[in-house]
């Protein structure tokens, strides 16, 4: 196994299919990306089997001095890894979605598919500051093709927002990282992330790497291109959008911003703070006022993210570890809650709510994947929602009860939007005839759902397979940051529970 | 002993001036007939050319032996990685040239020769280090530049583009040659080693007008903000060929021509130019972007789009550094790529009668009826706003590394932020060509000869392109030593 560049081969996989789907016609190219991205997936697999657990930091390292001023450097730790299975994961169920829901320009649909496959997968394993670049970067290409060429009615607008607002928040950041690798002389990451900065720069280029990430996160105020390309794109372009997409930005917090710059963090996690908690309550304001089911889910994805950057400037272990795991289950979820809007889409192609009601009579399997994936968005024990947000919310109260407090009403608010959504799709009567005429799940769409389910209800029953791998990683994180962590407010003392077995033996005395 | 050094230096320009002179004899015997085989000797005379001038990229290119002529020239790495762009560009120029003039039966045999010269006068421009060679380099490209502008001359468009690049472009040659009458009387020198030690220390008021003339004459043939406005109106009345070398040769050659001038002659007093420079950067790239936005014709928006990629190359300018000179290296070369990729694929659209296409509107829909060619263009669009994983994004790059190491991260970050405004209008391109449904007006087909060029800049634009970045690195980087002699 040693010898083997596995990194390289996932991001080659992907990058040949995408050419290859280029010069052949539509069939075809379905059945390429689809075994591109399962080979993916099965070295993905192959990838986590062979992690070692409790090994060194960095695994799977390959260093090539192929360019001047960076070199194609890849290596993933535990974080990396978990966000590189939800891509390789995600991929073929995306492939699936568009079977059929894309009839033109196959070819090139499947292309930029398989190309934000490759950059997605870059951005994870990338261990050179400029290559993170370029894959982070990069990324805009294909995203921006998929939303305006296969997109809805505003499809142009949308593109366009999508394409500007990422751009003008990473070309700051551009600048900052040129300025740190001048700093430090180097570009390596793992050497960038035990590189102390001077505090006085920390604050600009923190704020730099802010405005990159904040946009791909993304946070209150600058989430607004996020509703238009995901209502505009089509459901795969969604599902990606959605479960990757949006994690570049919190692993970019993750990976960079708190680790490089801690004590910068630590001044500004008010700000994060305060951002976290605006998105939380307004977005899940404006969700529950959503006509549009795609909007609505996009709205929740804000809300959800919210929780995410408030549990990672938690500077704690709790915090780290549920914002990891929040950003897993959302992956999951959001992008599952996005392809069950695509399926009655594609049957009768809108997604006005008032359009639909009763579906769990003439649709039982798909009305109870969807409750499933309903419960998991609300948060409700044994679903993989539960696990990341109770676990990144104990983080926060840690430090500021107050935000734990406003953050937690968006599990609330949460519950009320996913609720009725739920209870208007699915309940009540058949007032329409052509939804009441809609089939049931079909075996493809059961190939797609049962997966996302299964792995729904794995996160939340045994999210250990998931937190160990990150355990070390987090703990390395937390040891990092323990130099600028802030006072918390909630003054928790370490309780000295009894040892068991005097209880034991009190309870035997009795 | 030093003559024969001093013409074993100049064999390229030599060669270029005999080659010429010989053409020329034949143009005059032969008539137009002859002006496609003159077309094929000109391209052969342009590679010669170029091997002659690769060895001197290497260890050759540096030290005093490169100066000749009393100094007034100067055979250094500096030039030879200036020249071999221009000698890229010019032939690539010739190469499209034929298939365009064809159709209106107007391939003249002129059109060869009218290059070769100004690619000559372009040799010197970039070798001067003494004020009277540049001047002369200077005018013999652009009085060659002048008549291949209005080389269509049925064309209304082609004359009148002509006679304004003529008109300004002699005033701009004013400008200069009144700031080096200042330079020249302030310092007692027209050399560039003389002038640079002359301004070692205080600099009187008479040598900073000097300076500012100068550099206001060069930034004309830049065409830098703010005086980039002959721009978008010469690159549109020319015939697009000679658009395609306007917009790639000559702007090398004057872009070298000025950091020489800047870097050695002035190089003693960079505080004086430097915030001249950086406001024409900032302004070019701003300008550039904004003007480009309502555009409806897409030689005039590769015109804005070349202000814009101007002001890049001046960030690397404005650093005074080596490793700016060699960013800017590194940037002109793939801009050569990008600019002429983008006009070789403006050439290939042609309507059912064959014309050019030049209306944006009409490229909708490209992409569904000349997939390889909107992909094509559409890499071009990409590169050029500097979206990586394109190579168009390395030459911003460098350009903004120089910066940030020589502490101008102020300009840098509005530089590149100003960036996203471009990104706006190569990013409509790509719209229209991708989103919109197709109106099918570009049907015509194109020769092999333009897929070999389209497809070669197209590989270099292509991710591909990175890993020519050490190889790039290193000759740009000794090409840059050579210029920084006189530290």
Same mark, same amino acid.
């Given at each position: 196994m040693a010898g083997l560049p596995i990194l390289s081969l996932m991001l080659l996989v992907p990058f040949v299919g995408a050419i290859a789907c280029l010069v052949v016609e539509a069939q075809a190219a379905r059945r390429i990306a689809l075994v591109a991205t399962l080979i993916d997936l099965v070295l993905g697999v192959v990838l986590w089997l062979n992690y070692d657990i409790g090994g060194p930091q960095w695994q799977f390292t390959e260093r090539l001095p192929l360019f001047a001023g960076f070199s194609w450097a890849l290596g993933i730790d535990g974080i990396a890894l978990v966000l590189i299975l939800l891509s390789v994961f995600l991929m073929p169920i995306c492939i699936g979605a568009s079977w059929r829901a894309i009839e033109t320009r196959v070819g090139e649909y499947m292309a930029s598919f398989l190309l934000m496959e490759t950059l997605m997968l870059g951005v994870f394993a990338a261990q050179d500051l400029f290559l993170f670049y370029i894959f982070f970067e990069g990324g805009l290409i294909p995203m921006y093709l998929i939303i305006g060429i296969w997109g809805g009615k505003d499809r142009i607008y949308a593109s366009y927002k999508f394409f500007l607002y990422t751009l003008l928040g990473s070309v700051l950041m551009l600048i900052a990282m040129l300025w740190m690798a001048n700093e430090a002389g180097t570009t390596d990451i793992p050497t960038l992330m035990a590189y102390d900065f001077p505090v006085s720069a920390q604050r600009l280029l923190w704020l730099a790497f802010f405005a990159s990430f904040a946009v791909k996160m993304p946070m209150w105020p600058v989430h607004t291109w996020l509703p238009d390309a995901h209502v505009q794109a089509p459901t795969a372009g969604s599902v990606i959008l959605a479960g990757v997409l949006l994690k570049m930005g919190g692993y970019g917090f993750i990976r960079f911003s708190l680790p490089m710059f801690p004590q910068a963090s630590a001044e500004f996690a008010w700000l994060i703070f305060g951002l976290s908690m605006v998105a939380v309550v307004y977005t899940s304001l404006v969700a529950l006022v959503q006509h549009d089911m795609k909007k609505l889910i996009a709205y929740s994805s804000v809300a959800h993210m919210a929780i995410v950057t408030a549990g990672l400037f938690a500077f704690n272990r709790q915090g780290l570890e549920g914002a990891m795991i929040v950003m897993l289950?959302?992956?999951?979820?959001?992008?599952?809650?996005?392809?069950?809007?695509?399926?009655?889409?594609?049957?009768?192609?809108?997604?006005?709510?008032?359009?639909?009601?009763?579906?769990?009579?003439?649709?039982?399997?798909?009305?109870?994947?969807?409750?499933?994936?309903?419960?998991?968005?609300? &948060?409700?024990?044994?679903?993989?929602?539960?696990?990341?947000?109770?676990?990144?919310?104990? &983080?926060?109260?840690?430090?500021?009860?107050?935000?734990?407090?406003?953050?937690?009403?968006?599990?609330?608010?949460?519950?009320?939007?996913?609720?009725?959504?739920?209870?208007?799709?699915?309940?009540?009567?058949?007032?329409?005839?052509?939804?009441?005429?809609?089939?049931?799940?079909?075996?493809?769409?059961?190939?797609?759902?049962?997966?996302?389910?299964?792995?729904?209800?794995?996160? &939340?029953?045994?999210?250990?397979?998931?937190?160990?791998?990150?355990?070390?990683?987090?703990?390395?994180?937390?040891?990092?940051?323990?130099?600028?962590?802030?006072?918390?407010?909630?003054?928790?003392?370490?309780?000295?529970?009894?040892p068991a077995r005097a209880l034991a033996l009190r309870g035997g005395a009795r | 002993m030093e003559w024969h050094h001093a013409l074993n230096l100049l064999l390229p320009e030599e060669l270029l001036s005999f080659a010429g002179l010989i053409l020329l004899l034949v143009a005059g015997w032969a008539g137009d007939r002859a002006a496609r085989a003159i077309t094929i000797a000109s391209v052969l005379v342009l590679v010669v050319c170029g091997v002659l001038v690769a060895p001197e990229l290497g260890g050759g290119g540096t030290g005093p032996q490169t100066a000749v002529f009393y100094g007034q020239y100067r055979a250094d790495a500096f030039a030879a990685f200036a020249k071999l762009l221009i000698y890229a560009a010019a032939a690539a120029c010739l190469i499209v040239a034929p298939a365009f003039f064809d159709r209106f039966k107007a391939m003249r045999a002129e059109f060869p020769l009218l290059i070769l010269f100004s690619t000559l006068g372009m040799d010197l421009m970039v070798s001067a280090t003494d004020l009277i060679a540049l001047y002369i380099g200077l005018e013999l490209q652009s009085l060659a530049g002048y008549v291949l502008a209005s080389f269509q001359r049925t064309d209304d468009r082609s004359s009148e583009a002509g006679l304004k690049y003529f008109v300004l472009g002699a005033l701009a040659s004013g400008i200069l040659l009144f700031g080096a009458s200042l330079v020249y009387g302030f310092t007692g020198t027209t050399s560039f080693a003389g002038i640079h030690t002359a301004l070692a220390g205080h600099l009187s008021m008479g040598a900073t007008f000097g300076i500012v003339f100068v550099l206001a004459g060069l930034a004309f043939k830049i065409s830098a903000v703010p005086f980039h406005m002959w721009t978008p109106d010469v690159y549109e009345g020319a015939p697009t060929p000679v658009t395609t070398f306007f917009a790639s040769a000559p702007k090398i050659a004057a872009l070298a021509l000025t950091t020489r001038v800047a870097l050695d002659a002035f190089g003693a007093q960079a505080a004086a130019w430097q915030q001249i420079v950086i406001f024409a950067a900032l302004a070019s790239i701003i300008v550039g972007a904004l003007g480009a936005i309502g555009q409806s014709n897409i030689k005039r928006l590769l015109a804005y789009s070349s202000i814009n990629n101007v002001g890049f190359i001046l960030i690397g300018l404005a650093c005074a550094t080596a490793q700016g000179t060699s960013a800017m290296l590194v940037y002109m070369a793939i801009y050569v790529a990008m600019t002429i990729g983008g006009f070789v694929a403006v050439l290939m659209l042609r309507n059912a009668d064959d014309e050019q296409v030049e209306a944006i509107a009409d490229l909708a829909g490209l992409s569904r009826t000349r997939p390889l060619l909107a992909a094509a263009l559409a890499t071009v669009m990409f590169s050029l706003a500097g979206i990586p994983p394109l190579f168009g994004f390395w030459g911003k790059f460098v350009v903004f590394q120089a910066a940030v190491q020589a502490h101008l991260v102020a300009l840098a970050a509005v530089g590149i932020a100003a960036s996203v405004i471009g990104a706006f209008y190569y990013i409509k391109v790509v719209k229209i060509m991708y989103f919109d449904a197709p109106v099918d007006r570009v049907v015509g087909r194109s020769d092999g000869v333009h897929w070999a060029l389209l497809g070669a800049t197209a590989l270099i634009m292509s991710p591909l392109g990175y890993l020519l970045t050490i190889w790039l690195h290193d000759l740009a980087g000794g090409a840059a030593a050579s210029l920084f002699h006189f530290v």
């Open positions: 289950s959302h992956g999951v979820v959001s992008g599952a809650l996005f392809l069950t809007v695509g399926l009655i889409y594609d049957r009768l192609h809108t997604r006005e709510i008032d359009r639909y009601g009763g579906l769990s009579i003439n649709m039982p399997y798909y009305a109870l994947f969807f409750m499933l994936f309903t419960m998991a968005s609300v &948060g409700l024990p044994g679903t993989s929602g539960f696990i990341g947000e109770f676990l990144s919310l104990t &983080g926060v109260y840690q430090l500021s009860s107050w935000v734990a407090l406003v953050c937690t009403t968006g599990i609330i608010l949460g519950a009320g939007y996913m609720l009725y959504l739920y209870r208007r799709v699915a309940f009540g009567d058949l007032k329409h005839a052509d939804a009441a005429a809609m089939p049931d799940l079909s075996w493809r769409e059961w190939a797609m759902m049962l997966p996302l389910g299964l792995s729904v209800l794995w996160i &939340g029953v045994y999210p250990e397979s998931f937190i160990a791998p990150i355990r070390q990683d987090v703990a390395a994180l937390d040891a990092r940051l323990a130099q600028a962590r802030p006072q918390g407010d909630s003054r928790l003392t370490p309780g000295k529970a009894a | -």
